[in-house]
């Protein structure tokens, strides 16, 4: 198991290409990624491991399967 990187998805291990992290690599100011106001269900944030639970963003791809299941 790799450490829990901020710029990686918990869930597929993916890039999560979260707008804050990119900000921070990038050096240009970022509001809000989509992450922030975007409502996760309880289901998906379920499967997040604890220590990521608003540490990290889930892609768009998960979040998107999540409104599906
Ligand atoms: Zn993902
Ligand atoms: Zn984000």
Redesign the pocket.
């Known amino acids: 198991m790799q450490p829990q990187s901020a710029n990686v998805c918990p869930l597929c291990g993916e890039h999560?290409?979260?707008?804050?992290?990119l900000a921070k690599t990038t050096g240009e100011p970022v509001t809000e990624?989509?992450?922030?106001s975007v409502a996760f269900s309880e289901k998906l944030l379920s499967k997040v491991p604890p220590e990521a639970l608003n540490q990290v963003?889930?892609c768009q791809k998960c979040a998107s399967q999540a409104d599906a299941l």
């Open positions: 999560n290409q979260c707008a804050m992290e990624c989509w992450c922030v963003c889930i």
